[in-house]
């Protein structure tokens, strides 16, 4: 996906805060002002995401020997931090409003949330080819939440036009703080997994090691360590031993382990120290013992 894309939907989000804010006084909906928040959080969280697309695309250099490939994973945990914490203020003026409910006038809302969803609902559409990207999907998860927080304002208005219960204004900002929470924390979770160097989560140590035991004359593999650089980039390293053999033999066996792991876990990244058989081994583990062949 290319960055304009975002750079667009940054602007349509500044237009749509300034609408739900004038709906939000004129039409006295705690509501909708709590949504005109929490899109205004989006601003600078799509900001950050153009800025880690156009960082990811940057080559690697004597600064940043891996490149810029986890600028997108600290753009989405810098978002999810802020919108955590956003949660929290709407949902304690939530809990004001609740205690001390006031009328709205629920035309401003129905009209304002209309707006806001063809807004959010195209900018989550126009994002969901970047769905496997952490950074673009939490910009993915967070316009999906607004567009179901425009779609329950616009039904709660209708509750409320036709019952005269002003208290589910406050109901509604309530629950758009605890779904703004869930999916945060979510993204949170993750982007700080692989920040902390933690192993791609659907890769097992233990099916790479036996992947790389079942080249020809690969003895034993241990000290393997895996973790993500950011995006689909994935890095390993590890030991293998091998008996002792001609340096063209043993660069023949550096090829077949690469093409192993590439084709079958999408590892591209790939460092492996060879040893020669027999010797002890010296290296922590991150297995418990050395994986020998079966």
């Not at 709407?90 to 969803?117: C, F, K, N, Q």
């Not at 559409?125 to 999906?144: C, E, M, P, T, Y």
């Not at 079958?264 to 790939?270: A, G, K, P, R, T």
């Amino acid at each position: 996906m290319r960055p304009s894309v975002l750079a667009w939907a940054m602007v349509a989000t500044l237009g749509l805060v300034v609408a739900e804010i004038f709906g939000g006084i004129f039409g006295h909906s705690v509501a909708l002002l709590n949504d005109a928040v929490h899109n205004l959080s989006d601003v600078p969280a799509l900001g950050i995401s153009w800025l880690a697309m156009r960082w990811a695309q940057r080559p690697a250099d004597t600064e940043r020997t891996y490149g810029y490939h986890r600028a997108g994973t600290l753009a989405a945990f810098t978002n999810a931090l802020v919108l955590v914490v956003l949660s929290l203020w709407l949902g304690y003026e939530a809990i004001d409003r609740l205690r001390s409910p006031v009328a709205v006038v629920e035309s401003w809302m129905i009209w304002t949330s209309l707006a806001a969803l063809c807004v959010n609902g195209g900018i989550t559409l126009s994002l969901i080819k970047g769905h496997a990207d952490l950074n673009l999907r939490s910009i993915l998860v967070h316009n999906f939440g607004d567009a179901l927080s425009n779609i329950a304002i616009i039904v709660g208005a209708f509750i409320m036009k036709y019952t005269g219960a002003h208290w589910i204004d406050p109901l509604l900002g309530l629950a758009i703080g605890l779904l703004v929470l869930y999916s945060s924390i979510g993204i949170l979770r993750e982007s700080t997994h692989i920040l902390l160097e933690g192993r791609p989560r659907e890769t097992r140590v233990e099916e790479v090691a036996r992947a790389i035991l079942a080249i020809e004359h690969v003895a034993e593999v241990h000290d393997i360590h895996i973790w993500s650089l950011g995006g689909n980039h994935i890095a390993l390293s590890c030991h293998a031993r091998i008996p002792d053999m001609h340096m063209d033999q043993c660069e023949k066996i550096l090829s077949a382990i690469k093409h192993q792991l590439s084709s079958q876990f999408s590892i591209e990244h790939v460092t492996v120290q060879l040893e020669r058989a027999g010797l002890p081994a010296t290296s922590g583990y991150v297995m418990p013992e050395p994986l020998p062949k079966s």
